[in-house]
């Protein structure tokens, strides 16, 4: 985990407190997934196998341990976690050129976040050295706080990269609102008691009672967000 000093959340005219917003990286602020599913198909096919396109919905969203376990399991590829994982991110690292495609909405969210005193963190289930190098087209500059899924002992779905983002800002994860993109992530940052924002990409998020679901992140604003903690005590 990466951090720089956290600055203030903002009130709404309701009285409500955003503390802090935690994002998802791939698929929800930059258009990587299908980087990774190319990367994963190519890695495969160098050992023999084809993946089959259905289980592109299966490992979206998942930390690396999941999805590549998932695709040995599925293949039978006589290679270990550990070696899969090496060679995923190192296809995946030489797709990445010197920019990258932001999702629609994304730049114009983390400039109202930094210009409103919003503190937020960039909470993914990639591994450090990917996320330093999506980190020069996102901007360091944007994010007070970054948590890698190598840094967890637990990843996502599980709660505690959220938990950790929160305690880094020093702040409620009650009083955050969580941007995520796959089932996955949603149900980390429920998990953690947040307020979840999903904005499926590759894959549908499931509809819930109290689960918002948008389409873009153009649709989520200031307003958006402080009306998100409005009866929250």
């Known amino acids: ?29 930059v ?28 490992v979206v969203g998942g930390p690396m341990s999941r999805s590549a376990g998932f695709l040995i399991d599925a293949t039978g590829a ?19 050129g010197s920019t990258l495609p932001l999702m629609p909405g994304a730049s114009r969210l983390l400039k109202a ?16 050295r990917i996320i330093d190098r999506v980190l020069t087209s996102l901007g360091h500059e944007h994010f007070a706080l970054t948590v890698a899924g190598d840094e967890v002992e637990r990843t996502k779905p599980h709660p505690d990269p959220y938990l950790l983002a929160a305690r880094g800002l020093g702040v409620d994860p009650a009083r955050c609102a969580v941007v995520e993109d796959t089932e996955t992530g949603v149900t980390a940052g429920e998990a953690a008691g947040c307020q979840v924002i999903a904005v499926p990409s590759v894959a549908p998020v499931r509809a819930m009672p109290g689960r918002r679901i948008v389409t873009t992140l153009e649709e989520i604003d200031m307003p958006f967000l402080h009306g998100m903690m409005t009866g929250i005590h």
Do not use: C, K, Y
């Open 1 to 29: 985990m990466t951090s720089t000093v956290p600055r203030s959340g903002t009130r709404s005219a309701e009285g409500s407190t955003l503390q802090a917003v935690l994002l998802d990286m791939d698929g929800t602020l």
């Open 31 to 58: 258009d990587t997934e299908g980087f990774w599913w190319e990367a994963e198909v190519e890695v495969f096919a160098s050992l023999g196998h084809r993946l089959e396109e259905s289980w592109r919905h299966v």
């Open 78 to 96: 006589d290679i270990t976690l550990e070696e899969v994982s090496l060679l995923l991110n190192d296809r995946f690292e030489r797709r990445l």
């Open 113 to 128: 976040l930094a210009h409103h005193g919003v503190p937020a963190a960039l909470v993914s289930a990639s591994h450090r």
